[in-house]
């Protein structure tokens, strides 16, 4: 797949990730069905830092997971989009670094 391809389909994933979690009633933001689940709050960490932390793999390669940093609580929806939006803005300015080989290919 072509990079330009691949970021097309990146900024629709995090538009869909984005309207996706508007939909949640503030009320569920701290809401979990058992123990080990994760919160809303979590899981839009969890689904930020993973966006990031992959695009660090792809382009450097040396990246290390930090498991509390990628599973901390976020205690709003309006602190969760905008820590989904800066690792979304850090994963394509990796992504931006790539070398473009074969770029006339389709």
Not at 15 to 43: F, M, N
Not at 47 to 76: C, G, L, P, V
Request: glycine share 2%; aromatic share 12%.
């Amino acid at each position: 797949m072509r990079l330009d391809r691949f970021m097309a389909y990146f900024e629709k994933n995090h538009r869909v990730t984005v309207e996706t979690c508007r939909l949640l009633p503030p009320e569920h933001w701290q809401w979990k069905p058992t123990a080990s689940i994760y919160t809303a709050g979590q899981l839009l960490c969890h689904i930020a830092y993973s966006q990031r932390a992959m695009t660090e793999w792809a382009t450097h390669a040396n990246f290390e997971w930090r498991f509390k940093e990628a599973t901390r609580a976020i205690d709003s929806l309006e602190k969760g989009l905008i820590y989904l939006d800066e690792c979304h803005a850090q994963a394509v300015e990796l992504y931006g670094t790539l070398a473009r080989p074969n770029s006339r290919r389709r």
